[in-house]
């Protein structure tokens, strides 16, 4: 794997970041971010095994089921 000295998340062609401040956290930083890729890319995910589990499981199983994603 070849280091990539001062890259960053959007060093790969085809990738996109931007992050807000959500008030997530209270110090004001940013707090939320998203990763996109221009074309579909290889997703996957492993996911709790809890009976009971957050309504954005099932959602994100639906979104990767063909395992390719847009967006994290």
Known sequence: MKEIT???VTSPQ???AAGIVAGIKPSGKKDL???A???PATGAAVYTTNRVQG????VCRQHLADGYARAV
Do not use: K, R, V
């Open 6 to 8: 001062g890259g960053s």
């Open 14 to 16: 085809g990738f996109q």
């Open 33 to 35: 971010a998203l990763i």
């Open 37 to 39: 890729s221009d074309q």
């Open 55 to 58: 309504a954005p499981i099932p």
